[in-house]
């Protein structure tokens, strides 16, 4: 048996003579296979002792101390060791040998099993005592060393890695910061190659870096105009856009803002449905699309219908909910102008470009499906997905519309409630449309505005003042461009008796009450903008008027008293003003400025000066007529030749249809 295990054996000689390992024994099989029943039932006795735990006694070969450590020897060494042991030492461990084995012979096979699960025990112990006690064991040296092996290379790795960590750290540093004493210098136009867009995007934080501290950073040589063009082209080589889009968003903005604003517009924003409330409640959708594997959270505080969808495995639009009508898939954006418009039960209400239908469907849920809604849209293309989306959202009291948005006045007469999202540029959905980075300028832009001003005419004109519940309007652009925002509202301030009112949206930044110089009405504050960049939606602009009156102020710019010269102008994006506000006329020795300033109500008054020196000079184109007249007759009846005076010759010439030849006058006609 010694030889069939050697491994047990091994391990009980280990313990029985430390200095002396015996590996190998010659006369295992000549040891008798049973003792006596005393001797027997004595060793029997403490083999159970050893199964129920070792005891004390046998404790001292089982497990020996640790302090007696084995001495490390080579693997020939122990061969010559093996061979030259003793006999004594191969009794003592025949003796051991038999003592386990003898248990195995009075109990049968449970015993056995018991005893092979002890051995296997003892085995497992002696072997984690040796590797803690640093064992010698072949198999154990290979795994050690196999293990150190292992974890001198992953130490290796780990230097490596940290040290071209640090490298990196280091080069990154250098390239970004400057010394205390050292100034930035301005790169060449050749020093950035072809393609290099890291260190273009580096050498534009550093130029945004100098500029938030120019006094203390700057290049003495350099002005902080230089810095800006130098930040200008960098921006057009890296986010791709055209001069104009980048001097716009660099006045409206500081350098810094304007880089966010640039950076916001690469990423696309987050997936938003708006919940239907005619079949729905955001609750149930919410469980029943996350129980079909899509991800989502509510949208935000100020939205009550919205959700926002991170992920799905399913096509969102495809789902039954989405074929049942119970949510719309709208950008976040668009859910401000219904909120600010806050139309009410049983109104007549006006969406003067409805399509798709995202907002004619939101404002029909607000107003729960009473009174009217007036969907217009003037793109003929557009108008089956306008009717798609009113049917499968449940809409029953909506009117669609093919008209000119600026024709609407005729056609529906007074409303309750207008809410107009004026075509523009979209300068602030790039993020949707990244070829609005080149394809704008500035006569594109004064194109849109001029339209926008127009259609908010139409808009205030279609609302009825005296409406116990209405009397708004609404306008909002997908635009960040003053000239399309601040601008038209200005417009329509001076243009029509109204007013500009809280939108009753919590967030979103003021307009501008100012823009270059340029001064606008002081209640522009109360307009909304939305930046990328700041509110994680896209560029948007709500404004919200209060009609006054329904009377036209006199003076106001309309479009039916421009003449076909302004007209033309209008569609070449010129900017419009009225002749009679541009001229300054002299009556008398009186200059009146007929400009913005004067008074709506002076118009007539200047009109009639300025036809005033035209009558006097006729006039005295009578007068002199006449009296060349008499002078002729008189002369002619005496006899005498008349010869006229320079002014009145030229006169009569012209009144009476006469040729003058010398000093004669000919008739050419007797009229």
């Known amino acids: 048996?010694?030889?069939?295990?050697?491994?047990?054996?091994?391990?009980?000689?280990?313990?029985?003579?430390?200095?002396?390992?015996?590996?190998?024994?010659?006369?295992?099989?000549?040891?008798?296979?049973?003792?006596?029943?005393?001797?027997?039932?004595?060793?029997?006795?403490?083999?159970?002792?050893?199964?129920?735990?070792?005891?004390?006694?046998?404790?001292?070969?089982?497990?020996?101390?640790?302090?007696?450590?084995?001495?490390?020897?080579?693997?020939?060494?122990?061969?010559?060791?093996?061979?030259?042991?003793?006999?004594?030492?191969?009794?003592?461990?025949?003796?051991?040998?038999?003592?386990?084995?003898?248990?195995?012979?009075?109990?049968?096979?449970?015993?056995?099993?018991?005893?092979?699960?002890?051995?296997?025990?003892?085995?497992?112990?002696?072997?984690?005592?040796?590797?803690?006690?640093?064992?010698?064991?072949?198999?154990?040296?290979?795994?050690?060393?196999?293990?150190?092996?292992?974890?001198?290379?992953?130490?290796?790795?780990?230097?490596?890695?940290?040290?071209?960590?640090?490298?990196?750290?280091?080069?990154?540093?250098?390239?970004?910061?400057?010394?205390?004493?050292?100034?930035?210098?301005?790169?060449?136009?050749?020093?950035?190659?072809?393609?290099?867009?890291?260190?273009?995007?580096?050498?534009?934080?550093?130029?945004?870096?100098?500029?938030?501290?120019?006094?203390?950073?700057?290049?003495?040589?350099?002005?902080?105009?230089?810095?800006?063009?130098?930040?200008?082209?960098?921006?057009?080589?890296?986010?791709?856009?055209?001069?104009?889009?980048?001097?716009?968003?660099?006045?409206?903005?500081?350098?810094?803002?304007?880089?966010?604003?640039?950076?916001?517009?690469?990423?696309?924003?987050?997936?938003?449905?708006?919940?239907?409330?005619?079949?729905?409640?955001?609750?149930?959708?919410?469980?029943?699309?996350?129980?079909?594997?899509?991800?989502?959270?509510?949208?935000?505080?100020?939205?009550?219908?919205?959700?926002?969808?991170?992920?799905?495995?399913?096509?969102?639009?495809?789902?039954?909910?989405?074929m049942a009508g119970h949510y719309m898939l709208q950008g976040a954006s668009s859910f401000l102008p219904c909120m600010a418009l806050a139309p009410q039960e049983n109104e007549k209400v006006v969406d003067m470009a409805a399509a798709p239908g995202g907002k004619t469907t939101y404002l029909a849920a607000l107003m729960k499906n009473t009174g009217i809604i007036f969907a217009n849209e003037i793109n003929e293309k557009r108008l089956p997905s306008l009717v798609g989306n009113l049917q499968r959202m449940g809409v029953t009291t909506s009117v669609v519309c093919n008209y000119d948005g600026r024709q609407l006045p005729k056609a529906l007469g007074h409303v309750d409630r207008v809410l107009l999202d004026a075509p523009c540029s979209g300068t602030g959905v790039v993020a949707k449309d990244p070829s609005v980075k080149v394809s704008k300028s500035e006569e594109d832009i004064a194109k849109c505005a001029q339209l926008q001003k127009e259609l908010l005419r139409a808009a205030i004109d279609m609302v009825d003042a005296g409406s116990p519940t209405g009397g708004y309007v609404v306008y909002s652009t997908c635009s960040v461009t003053v000239e399309e925002n601040e601008g038209v509202v200005d417009y329509a301030l001076r243009a029509r008796d109204v007013k500009v009112v809280s939108t009753g949206l919590e967030f979103g930044r003021q307009g501008f009450s100012s823009f270059r110089g340029k001064q606008f009405h002081p209640s522009i504050k109360e307009t909304r903008r939305f930046f990328p960049h700041v509110h994680n939606l896209d560029g948007f602009f709500v404004a919200k008027f209060k009609k006054l009156s329904n009377t036209v102020p006199s003076a106001a710019v309309d479009k039916e008293t421009l003449d076909k010269s302004q007209q033309q102008s209008a569609q070449e994006g010129e900017n419009l003003e009225p002749l009679w506000a541009k001229v300054k006329v002299s009556a008398g020795n009186k200059q009146v400025d007929k400009g913005h300033s004067a008074r709506p109500g002076k118009k007539r008054q200047?009109?009639?000066?300025?036809?005033?020196?035209?009558?006097?000079?006729?006039?005295?184109?009578?007068?002199?007529?006449?009296?060349?007249?008499?002078?002729?007759?008189?002369?002619?009846?005496?006899?005498?030749?008349?010869?006229?005076?320079?002014?009145?010759?030229?006169?009569?010439?012209?009144?009476?249809?006469?040729?003058?030849?010398?000093?004669?006058?000919?008739?050419?006609?007797?009229?």
């Open 1 to 322: 048996k010694a030889k069939s295990s050697p491994g047990a054996t091994k391990a009980v000689s280990r313990k029985n003579t430390p200095a002396k390992p015996v590996f190998e024994f010659e006369d295992v099989d000549d040891e008798p296979a049973a003792v006596k029943p005393s001797k027997g039932g004595a060793k029997h006795s403490s083999a159970e002792k050893s199964k129920a735990g070792f005891s004390d006694h046998n404790s001292k070969w089982l497990k020996p101390k640790k302090k007696a450590q084995p001495v490390e020897e080579s693997e020939s060494d122990q061969e010559d060791d093996a061979e030259d042991d003793d006999d004594d030492d191969d009794d003592d461990e025949m003796e051991d040998d038999e003592f386990l084995d003898k248990p195995a012979a009075s109990k049968g096979g449970k015993a056995n099993g018991k005893v092979a699960l002890l051995e296997s025990d003892e085995e497992s112990e002696d072997d984690e005592e040796e590797n803690e006690d640093g064992s010698d064991e072949d198999e154990d040296d290979e795994s050690e060393e196999e293990e150190l092996d292992i974890e001198k290379k992953s130490k290796q790795l780990d230097k490596r890695s940290a040290k071209m960590l640090a490298e990196a750290e280091a080069e990154t540093m250098e390239t970004n910061m400057l010394e205390p004493g050292e100034k930035f210098q301005e790169a060449g136009a050749g020093d950035a190659q072809e393609g290099d867009m890291p260190a273009v995007h580096r050498r534009i934080h550093e130029v945004l870096r100098v500029l938030s501290k120019f006094k203390v950073l700057r290049d003495p040589e350099k002005s902080r105009q230089d810095y800006m063009e130098r930040l200008k082209t960098d921006l057009a080589t890296y986010y791709g856009y055209n001069d104009y889009f980048l001097d716009m968003v660099l006045n409206m903005f500081s350098a810094a803002e304007a880089v966010e604003l640039l950076e916001a517009n690469e990423t696309t924003r987050p997936m938003v449905i708006r919940t239907n409330t005619l079949k729905t409640r955001r609750r149930e959708l919410a469980a029943s699309l996350i129980n079909r594997g899509v991800n989502l959270d509510p949208l935000a505080k100020w939205s009550k219908v919205g959700l926002v969808v991170y992920d799905s495995k399913v096509p969102i639009g495809a789902t039954p909910e989405y």
């Open 606 to 671: 200047l009109e009639e000066e300025l036809q005033q020196p035209i009558e006097k000079k006729k006039k005295k184109e009578k007068a002199w007529v006449k009296a060349a007249r008499l002078e002729a007759e008189t002369e002619r009846a005496s006899g005498k030749t008349f010869t006229p005076t320079p002014t009145a010759n030229k006169e009569v010439a012209k009144a009476t249809n006469k040729t003058v030849a010398g000093s004669k006058i000919k008739r050419k006609t007797n009229k």
